[in-house]
């Protein structure tokens, strides 16, 4: 008797989504419900749901469970008949806390006051709760090929790609088929498959787009966009994005947005960037409704209105679009427009994730290990690491190689973080450089391997130049020992000054110690020379479809 009531106060909330219209709505603690991995949350609904072994299973398949059960025939009879109250919507917390109750009620067998609870519950909150279909897996249908979303396509298909078969689609290409030379095209531009060579692959573009293909039209843009493989030219640029949107590709008017929007090669245009931008997003691209929800929320061209931004944005998530939904998610985060809600931002980081959206792994892996909205799991938190750093994010690879540092959710391994550290370390993360200089001077408990002072030195310099205040103590330690790098006293005072100044608090007893050795005119010099400092910027590689 228990298992049926407990179906039936999830089948009032998740019975009455799959009859709603799919159409933006505010995104609400049902998702986290039907959206997590059970157990996630830190809510009792949540933790019944994985006691009892229940998942929600969308609509009519749990009315058909109930009544091959002989659920009470009233019941069904008011789920199948339910429609929208108009009655005054309650907050998700009192919405959640009725939930809650409905199921404290089955527990204890009281079949008449669940069902009660439940229909409190429902009368009392608007259906819209539940428009936004959280566990609504993306369009499986294949996207059309002037979308942003085909070339992604493609280049999942040649991330597969085994090595044998790259001749293969060479072979293929030569023949004339436009899509495998837009694939030469894409895996020369990328690197995979073959070394990266944008004159190659601008030769395949070219090839494609002389048969008409609009992803090869929209690749040679690109390429003039970029100046890869050709000299830069945004005029030649717009021109083949103009052919391309004249076939109706969403990825082209999009791009063109951004052109006038960002002043590339015309003047700045708000007006024509909003206006390519809807029409894209009257074809239902994504990332377009994400660009006018981001120029309402920046006042672009139209008065600053963050409810329309809000909505727009809500709209490119219900396309499933991963990057609103990341963005979404820290909106939720850190309280930016909406209330902050540390459960519902995981849910949607958890949406962009499932589909592979590299960043939100990352930030699941700092969520769950530093427990954010919920108890700290290092397994969770290595595994979303491992996920985003095998594809070389940097904080990422940074985050994984703390994990084997300390000894957290795995074994204590230096040569792992190590490893870790210098994959971030390359990408220009400063926190990783400072802990390899610290790994190189062997400061860590328990480590075997031979201090080298020298690459200690040079990745302390690294993380400095990236305004890594301990690295910059650090590094002015060590000039005023001269551990691999020359004795210099004026050099080690301005390393230590800006250590001070960003925070690092054993630079003040160190400069005080280190200034009784210098005089007067050195550290005059010294002061000059961290005052006229300026943070290096790491020129990370603009990504290119």
């Known amino acids: ?287 377009s409704d994400m660009d006018i929800g981001v120029m309402y929320f920046q006042g672009q061209g139209v008065k600053p209105d963050s409810k329309k931004g809000l909505r727009w944005l809500q709209k490119a998530v219900e396309l499933r679009f991963p990057f609103a939904e990341f963005t979404l998610a820290q909106m939720y985060q850190r309280g930016m427009v909406v209330r902050r809600d540390d459960l519902l931002a995981l849910a949607l980081f958890h949406r962009a994730a499932k589909q592979g959206f590299v960043p939100a792994e990352t930030e699941l892996g700092w969520i769950y290990a530093n427990g954010v909205g919920m108890p700290v799991n290092y397994s969770k938190a290595i595994m979303w690491y491992q996920k985003a750093a095998v594809q070389g994010d940097a904080k990422a690879a940074y985050g994984l190689g703390v994990r084997y540092m300390i000894g957290q959710g795995v074994s204590r391994d230096y040569s792992a973080a190590e490893k870790w550290f210098l994959v971030a370390a390359k990408e220009g993360e400063g926190d990783a450089q400072y802990n390899l200089a610290l790994l190189f001077l062997n400061m860590m408990p328990e480590e075997s391997a031979q201090p080298d002072p020298v690459r200690a030195a040079r990745y302390a310099r690294m993380a400095a130049d990236e305004n890594v205040a301990d690295a910059q103590a650090l590094l002015g330690l060590l000039y005023a020992d001269g551990r691999g790098v020359p004795k210099d006293k004026v050099a080690a005072c301005m390393w230590l000054l800006l250590g001070e100044k960003g925070g690092n608090r054993g630079s003040a007893r160190a400069l005080r110690g280190l200034e009784k050795e210098m005089s007067h005119e050195q550290i005059v010099v010294a002061k000059a020379s961290a005052a006229a400092w300026r943070p290096h910027i790491f020129p990370h590689q603009i990504p290119m479809p």
């Open 1 to 287: 008797m228990f298992w049926k009531c407990t179906i039936c106060c999830l089948l009032v909330v998740t019975l009455l989504h799959a009859a709603l219209p799919r159409k933006a709505a505010p995104i609400t603690r049902s998702e986290i419900l039907v959206q997590l991995d059970f157990g996630d949350g830190n809510g009792r609904v949540t933790d019944l749901i994985e006691q009892h072994g229940i998942g929600f299973t969308p609509g009519r398949r749990f009315l058909s469970l109930l009544k091959t059960q002989g659920a009470n025939k009233g019941l069904l009879a008011a789920i199948e008949n339910a429609k929208p109250p108009a009655a005054p919507v309650l907050s998700d917390n009192a919405f959640y806390s009725q939930l809650v109750c409905c199921f404290q009620l089955a527990r204890n067998k009281s079949f008449a006051a669940v069902k009660q609870a439940c229909r409190t519950a429902i009368a009392a909150r608007t259906l819209s709760v539940l428009t936004l279909a959280a566990a609504q897996p993306p369009d499986s249908k294949a996207p059309a090929d002037g979308t942003l979303q085909y070339f992604e396509t493609l280049a999942a298909r040649l991330k597969k790609l085994k090595p044998g078969n790259f001749q293969l689609l060479k072979s293929k290409a030569q023949s004339g088929n436009p899509e495998a030379q837009v694939m030469l095209c894409l895996a020369y531009t990328r690197g995979f498959g073959a070394m990266q060579d944008f004159t190659h692959a601008m030769e395949w573009c070219q090839k494609a787009a002389a048969q008409g293909s609009v992803p090869g039209e929209i690749g040679v843009g690109l390429a003039y966009l970029s100046g890869r493989g050709v000299a830069k030219d945004a005029s030649q640029a717009r021109l083949w994005f103009q052919k391309a949107a004249a076939q109706n590709a969403t990825y082209a008017m999009n791009l063109l947005g951004t052109i006038y929007a960002n002043a590339i090669g015309v003047p700045q245009n708000y007006g024509k960037a909003m206006a390519w931008y809807r029409q894209a997003a009257n074809l239902d691209d994504p990332k």
